[in-house]
Each structure stands twice: as C-alpha cells, then as structure tokens.
C-alpha cells in the first residue's frame, strides 16, 4: 500500500474530512458571499453563493465609515493585549511556585484552582457589575480587563506543563546563582513557549470574541470591544443591511483569520503541547 | 581547617530515616567519593550538603562558615547533575557562562541590550566570553560552544556540565552520578580526565556513585554509605584491605567477597578448616555467632591433598587474566568464589573436586551485628606453617 496511492479507506476518510470542513466553514463562506452582495441580491428567493452585481466595494465602505472601525480594532487590540499579558504575568509564577516549591499550602491551593475552574463567568458578573459601578470605573479598560487578569485555567495549564520539567534543571540554576525570580524568567519561560502559545491561543480568541462581558460593562461606544461594536452597528446603523454588516464582520474577524493563517504551524505545536527534550 | 564538615545529618521523610546521623569531613582538595547501593541516601545527603534540601538536624560548615541556614544561591556549591541538567535553550557557551553571569554582573548588567556601553559592563563580559573558551579548551569542547544540548551526544553534554560546574571556583564540587549516564569506555576514560581535573583545579569534591570500582579508583577517601549510616570513611586500600563492617566488606571487591558463618570455640578462637584465628577480645562467649570474610584472590584452590574445605568446583568464569572459580562447600553446601592465575586455575573443570583453604591471617571476623572483630591469625599456626614450608 502506497503512502500516495488512491485506496478506499483513504477516498473515504478524505471525503468525510472534506465534507466535515464544508459544514464548518459554510457560514464564513456564505458571510464573505453576502458581504459582495448588494440589497436586493441577497434578499431574492434563489440563494446563489455568487454576488450577481459585485457590491464589495460599497459594503466595505459602508462598514468603515459607518462605525468608528479604527477604534474598535484598536480597543480589541488593546483589551487582549492587556488581558494576556497580565494573565501570563500572574499565572506563571503561581503555577511556577505550585509546581515546584514546597509549601503547606500547595493541596489547598490546587483544590482553590480545580473550584476557579468551575465557576463560569456568568455566575460572578452581577456582583462584579455591581462592584465596578460603585467604584464607578463601568465604561473604561480597567473594567474590560480586571475581571480576567486571573485566569485559573491558564494556572492549571502551566500548572501541567512545569510539572513535566525535570527538577534538576532548578536545582541546577539554584545553584548556579540564580533566584526564584530569575530561575522562572532565565529557564522556565524560555522553555516554556509551547505552553505559553497555546495559552496565548486561548486567551486571545476568548476575549476578541467575547459580547458578554463587554456587553454588560460598556455603554460608551468609545470603549466598544470588536463584537460590541457589531451589535451597535446592527442596532443603530445597519438596521436590515446585511451586506454591509457581513463585511463589518469580515474585518473584525479578519486578524485573527490572518494570525492563524500566519502561524499555522505554531498554533498546532502549541495545542498539541510539545514536551521537552533534553 | 577542613574544607567541608558535615555533622550528625539526619533527615526523615514521611516517618521513614533516610540518614540516620552522618557526618563527614573534607580536607582542602580532597576528593571524597560517596558511595552506596541505590537508595541508601547519598544523593539526598548530597542535595543536604548543595542546600537543594534541607536537614532535620545536623551542622554543615563549609570553609568554617555555618550555611545550613544559607541558600543554596549562597553556599558557592558547584554540582554536576546525574541528568546534567544543562538549560535546553541555550547554547553550550551560554550555558557555561550562566554561573559567571549570575555572580559576575550586577542585577542591572544583566538586562539584555540595556546596558552595553556602560563603563565596565563590556570589559566584565569580555572576561566572560574568555573564561569560557578557556574553559572549553583545557575540555576539548571548543567545537561545541554554538550547540544546544539537544544537539550534543552523551558524552558531550557532561563534559558541558563539567565545564558549568568548573568555570568559577566553588569552595565545595559536588558530582551526583556524572557517568552513569555514559557507556562503559566512555565511562573509564571519563573517570581519568575527572581526577585529571579535580587535581588541577583543587577543590574538594564530593562524588556520588553506585559503583565502588568507580569510588575505589578516582578517590582520596571512599565514604561507604549503607541504609542511611555512613559506615566507613577511609583511603580506597584501607576500605578494601580493612573492611570495618561486613556490609562495606560485601559492597567493595568484585567478585564479593566469601562469607561463612561460623562459631566461637574456646578462648576467642575460631577456626576455618585447618586455620584457626584468635579475637582480640576473648570475653567473647564460646559458640556465639561470627561471620568470617574471605577475599576471593586470598582462597586458594588445590586439586589434591587433605588440608582445607572440601568442595566441589561448580562453575568457572575466564576472564583472561584471571579466572574466577565458583565452589560449592560439601556439607554446608555454601558457595566460595576463588579468584586464581590462569596457571592455578589449569584443568579444572566444573564438579571437580577441590580442596579450599585461605591462611589466617586473610580472615576477616564479623560480629553478629556486622561490625568487625579484631583478630590474629594464631600463632601456632604460624609455627606449623613454617615447618611445613
């Protein structure tokens, strides 16, 4: 049997991936094919992939000048950028310190982990409003971003990744001069790119997607995150205009689109975790 | 001044003793080699000594300063990892100069890119970049320096690890198990260049191992570590030719040594076949238990006469130089091994019968708790002896 050859089994796992592929990525084709439509293509009774009158152009300006697009992409930008890195900041140490060093409180610790990962987001938000309201800091980054600046699932992830590292390698820096600090900053995060690319994978695509948590902090358009500003562009501007909302959505989606194309190869080595090799 | 003490270490862990009170000293450049069947606590009481773990009791004194309290970072301990240990990520040069860095450059010469033109940063790092390939040349890694460890063979990644360890001057070198890891002529030659090294730096080492051909041949003293006690400490000659406790007997020598159990008769004395010897202390009650120990080259095998242990050959071992011969003691049915010149060893063929005799003065005598009991071959004996002829 040759790697190549065209046998059974080989046509029908193809065709079964195939047609997985085409059901998943359906609506973001047909999202891209409304966007190029004008009014009345896309509400005629045939459904046709192909835009009859290419109305790209005009969609996408519409979107653009519509909404302040600049500003959501940038406020997207900023609120992942902020969320990630305080999160990475945060979870590395506890979950350097969890792994590593011995201490009493390192089993309850674990169990007040496992419990954080088990509390959705949802179950916390009213009292979390509440709270940023009366501070008054509703409508600003902070409130965008503290909510997340401890992610318990990206402890129990580093969590894994540090238990696998051979103890030697600390004790050897320990030795070597170096202190707890320096031993996370000079040889458990340089050896820990995998683990922090698939966290990094995670955090960002939760939090560019999310509507809830936005929703819920933000009124003021000025600090709407990329999905907010769909649904206000939806509310206010759009009204029934599919063609120019679908191309709103191409852009927002759109980095991260091109930041999975880019980067393939990483995203799946940092998902399938690698280990280390000596 | 010693170099090193150790006093009275004891650590438990989980109710269960792992050293039960050693203590041990190192005299400046001395090499100690620490060694002991797997789990018997040197490589704790080595991570003890290196601050990687902490005692339950027990002073440690490096260059008579206390640092039981004193961080590892502190204590200027150099160590070579039975793993090796070296950082995956860096370069077998930046992973020689990581001690330098660490000790040699302050907290803010150490941010990368930030400071290269201040005054005296790029002098200390050129010293840096010297000591390194100084290092890596007396080693014969210069060809290694821009490999990580993932590109580097067994073999060259000790040498990285030895080169980490050496390029400052630690008061203390420890080595846990450095050549386990390699093949068997790696190994030997290793074991030279490692007492090349240590001679030539002259600091004092403390070496961990499992194999006492390894501790007998590079070591100045040989530390004997058995269930958690440190049963002897003593030159490598010392600990072959004067075992003070049967269990070092049993761990040095190789083939191991012959143990017979025997009795006390009369007076302290105890006989083995024609050869009688005489404890020290004669208080010794008649018919208490001893265990009499022979070295296998000190046996000696006779294919005819009446004097000696009666025994039949049971197997025997070539080995070029020498031949091993395995018996098996009529009666008692206990085997001793012999270990004789290809021309003693002549035409003997496995279920020969052999007679086995070892002159007293080869015998040593073991209490019933394992410790040595000072004996003498008796004189009479010797007078018959020189009779004979």
């Given at each position: 049997m040759s790697p190549n050859g065209f046998n059974f089994g080989r046509v029908v796992r193809l065709s079964i991936l195939s047609l997985g592929a085409v059901v998943f990525l359906a609506p973001y084709i047909f999202m891209i094919s409304t966007a190029g439509k004008a009014q009345s293509d896309i509400f005629t009774s045939s459904l046709n992939l192909i835009p009859q009158h290419w109305f790209y152009v005009e969609n996408f300006t519409k979107a653009w000048s519509r909404v302040h697009m600049p500003t959501l992409l940038f406020n997207g930008v900023i609120v992942c950028l902020m969320i990630l890195v305080i999160q990475v900041v945060i979870a590395i140490p506890c979950a350097y310190a969890m792994a590593k060093l011995k201490f009493r409180a390192a089993k309850a610790m674990m169990v007040l982990v496992m419990l954080g990962l088990l509390v959705p987001i949802h179950a916390t938000a009213l009292p979390l409003y509440v709270g940023f309201d009366r501070i008054g800091a509703l409508n600003s980054y902070a409130a965008l971003v503290a909510p997340f600046s401890i992610s318990v699932f990206g402890i129990f992830l580093f969590l894994q990744f540090f238990r696998a590292m051979p103890d030697d390698l600390i004790h050897a820096a320990r030795l070597d001069g170096m202190s707890e600090i320096g031993v996370i900053a000079r040889v458990i995060v340089p050896n820990a790119w995998p683990a922090i690319t698939a966290f990094s994978i995670f955090s960002v695509v939760a939090h560019w997607n999310d509507l809830y948590w936005p929703l819920i902090v933000v009124s003021n358009q000025a600090y709407a995150t990329p999905p907010l500003g769909l649904l206000y562009f939806r509310a206010a501007e759009a009204g029934d205009d599919y063609g120019a909302l679908m191309a709103a959505t191409l852009i927002i989606t759109s980095p991260l689109v091109g930041a999975f194309l880019i980067a393939q190869k990483r995203f799946v080595e940092g998902i399938t975790m690698t280990g280390l090799k000596g | 001044m010693s170099a090193l003490t150790l006093t009275n270490i004891q650590k438990s862990f989980g109710g269960n003793q792992i050293l039960k009170g050693v203590s041990l000293d190192a005299q400046p450049g001395e090499f100690i080699a620490l060694v002991g069947p797997s789990g018997c606590g040197k490589s704790t009481l080595l991570r003890i000594l290196a601050g990687l773990e902490t005692a339950d009791s027990g002073d440690i004194v490096i260059e008579g300063r206390e640092v039981s309290q004193v961080q590892a970072a502190d204590r200027n301990i150099a160590m070579v990892f039975q793993s090796y240990?070296?950082?995956?990520?860096?370069?077998a040069a930046q992973n020689i100069a990581v001690p330098l860095v660490m000790r040699r450059l302050t907290r803010t010469q150490r941010i990368p890119f930030v400071v290269p033109l201040m005054p005296g940063h790029r002098k200390a790092v050129a010293d840096i970049h010297r000591d390194v390939r100084e290092m890596a040349a007396s080693l014969k890694i210069d060809q290694l320096l821009?490999?990580?460890?993932?590109?580097?063979?067994g073999g060259q990644r000790q040498r990285v690890a030895l080169a980490r360890a050496m390029v400052r001057r630690p008061a203390v070198f420890l080595m846990d198990?450095?050549?386990?890891?390699?093949?068997a002529n790696l190994r030997v030659h290793a074991r030279g260049e490692i007492v090349e090294l240590h001679r030539r730096a002259g600091v004092p080492t403390v070496y961990v191992t499992h194999d006492q051909a390894e501790a007998l041949s590079m070591a100045d003293r040989v530390a004997v570590m058995i269930g958690g006690s440190l049963l002897q400490l003593a030159p490598p000659q010392v600990i072959y030719d004067d075992p003070q406790h049967i269990e070092v007997a049993k761990f040095v020598g190789q083939p191991r040594i012959n143990l017979i159990a025997s009795q006390v008769e009369e007076n302290g004395i105890i006989a083995l076949g024609a050869e009688r010897c005489v404890l020290a202390d004669r208080s010794l009650p008649a018919d208490s238990q001893v265990t009499l120990g022979i070295r296998p080259e000190f046996v000696q095998v006779s294919r005819?006469?009446?004097?000696g242990l009666p025994a039949h050959v049971d197997r025997i071992e070539f080995l070029g130089s020498e031949i091993i011969v395995y018996c098996r003691l009529d009666g008692i049915g206990e085997t001793m091994i012999a270990k004789v010149t290809p021309a003693e060893g002549a035409g003997l063929a496995s279920g020969a019968p052999v007679r086995l005799s070892a002159s007293a003065e080869h015998i040593f005598v073991f209490g019933a708790d394992g410790t040595r009991l000072a004996s003498a071959p008796l004189a009479e004996n010797a007078i018959r002896e020189a009779v004979h002829g």
């Open positions: - | 240990a070296l950082y995956p990520h860096l370069t821009d490999r990580k460890p993932g590109q580097m063979s198990e450095p050549l386990s890891n390699l093949d005819s006469g009446e004097a």
